[in-house]
């Protein structure tokens, strides 16, 4: 897992990622969190499975999709998501590759992953990414959007992770910062139908 002093600059970032567009990920339940009805739970791993309702009406449902489609669901807080791709801010699709950057107890890391897949009907909105070499875990992770009869949005993640390295020793701490994450994606997502979405 790549350590930063100080936060890197994107191209740093890109450097680290540029190797890893076709890298095998890091884990070998691919696909694990699109499955229905959901399998076991690989061991080793934990799951976390939560979610809120984001409002209802065409406008939330397109303010939410248009903010989940380019990653603007991540804690402005204490991270940030830098792309591969030339067109950092354009909509997700299979292959995108990109890094959390993440900043936590006095310095920086970043953690490469890759969509494998975009779940997209006239009612669901989302995609599925899995960890790359240099992340601090092994695992996936689920973003996903759903609208019911009544036009009511829900926001739902899902996601099985393994600490590896270094993040095995800091396992209580990494855990805190997962929390962390669990709280604040909801609270970013509320904002991006709401008009309060952080600056980026």
């Known amino acids: 897992m790549p350590f930063f002093a100080r936060a890197p600059r994107d191209e740093r970032v890109r450097q680290l990622l540029r190797g890893l567009r076709d890298a095998a990920f890091t884990y070998d339940d691919v696909g694990w969190t699109l499955r229905d009805p959901r399998p076991p739970v690989p061991d080793g791993y934990t799951l976390d499975d939560y979610g809120t309702e984001l409002g209802a009406g065409a406008d939330v449902w397109a303010q939410a999709k248009a903010a989940l489609s380019r990653i603007h669901n991540y804690p402005a807080s204490f991270t940030r998501i830098v792309r591969l791709d030339d067109d950092d801010d354009g909509p997700v699709s299979p292959g995108t590759v990109f890094a959390t950057v993440a900043r936590h107890f006095g310095f920086w890391s970043a953690h490469p992953c890759r969509v494998h897949a975009v779940i997209e009907t006239t009612d669901r ?45 800091g396992a209580p701490l990494a855990r805190r910062l997962q929390r962390r994450f669990q709280r604040e994606t909801l609270t970013e997502m509320r904002a991006s139908v709401d008009g309060r979405q952080p600056a980026r």
Request: glycine fraction near 14%; hydrophobic fraction near 45%; charge should be neutral.
């Open 125 to 169: 909105y989302g995609f599925a990414f899995g960890a790359l070499p240099g992340h601090a875990e092994a695992g996936e992770e689920r973003f996903l959007l759903s609208r019911d009869a009544h036009g009511r949005v829900a926001y739902d993640v899902l996601a099985i992770s393994r600490p590896l390295g270094l993040a095995r020793l």
